[in-house]
């Protein structure tokens, strides 16, 4: 088993990645640009899938992030102390994300 604050965080990630994922299609509606290459290229040939790949992504790294979290990386530090700062990043991005929507007219 693994430390519950893991599942606080798994949640928390899928969470920002649906308004980051909500956020991206706003944003793009008025000329914006997804940034990653993948989710660009369907984004723009299989947009009803977006979503879907957005979230297998998000979760697939927050799942192996998990799974992993007592995994020493380079020996050095656990790779589950890695998830509160993805955490705290998505988090100023979707808070960004955010705000340009704010600025649209």
């Known amino acids: 088993f693994h430390e519950p604050y893991l599942l606080v965080l798994a949640v ?3 969470g ?3 308004a980051d994922a909500l956020m991206t299609v706003k944003l793009m509606t008025d000329g ?9 290229f369907v984004l723009n040939e299989h ?3 977006f979503a879907v790949v957005k979230m297998a992504l998000t979760g ?7 799974a992993l979290s ?6 050095v530090v656990r790779a589950g102390a890695f998830l ?8 100023g991005l979707v808070v960004y994300e955010a705000w340009l929507v704010s600025k649209m007219p």
């Open 16 to 18: 920002l990645s649906v």
């Open 84 to 91: 509160p700062l993805l955490a705290l990043a998505y988090l």
């Open 12 to 14: 928390v990630m899928l």
């Open 47 to 49: 947009p009803r899938l």
């Open 70 to 75: 007592r995994t020493r990386v380079f020996r």
């Open 32 to 40: 914006a640009d997804e940034s990653n290459p993948l989710l660009a």
């Open 60 to 66: 697939g790294g927050v799942v192996l992030l998990v």
